[in-house]
């Protein structure tokens, strides 16, 4: 089964935890606003800094491995709304 994230930040941290395998992932659709290739280290650099202290670089390379493989779906990036994670960040599918 597939997974589709709902936070960038929390699927990053479940994917380096174990918790979640990353081939697993299917796509995330987070609520980060980084069209480019400088805003999008703008924000590693701030989320390593802020969300993933304990693990830097693994949590910034999965992240990026994401993006380089077409899974990180920025809505916000085209005046659209982020998803909400009141009920989870993880929605498993089956393809």
């Excluded at 796509?27 to 202290?53: H, R």
Aim: glycine fraction near 8%; hydrophobic fraction near 40%; aromatic fraction near 6%.
């Amino acid at each position: 089964m597939k997974k589709v994230g709902l936070s960038l930040r929390f699927c990053v941290l479940d994917i380096v935890n174990g918790e979640v395998a990353e081939e697993d992932v299917e796509t995330i659709i987070t609520d980060t606003d980084a069209p480019d290739d400088e805003s999008w280290g703008e924000l590693m650099d701030l989320y390593a800094q802020v969300y993933w202290a304990k693990n830097k670089k693994e949590c910034v390379d999965i992240a990026n491995r994401l993006r380089e493989a077409g899974k990180i779906i920025q809505p916000r990036t085209e005046g659209k709304g982020a998803p909400n994670i009141a009920s989870g960040h993880w929605l498993t599918i089956t393809i």
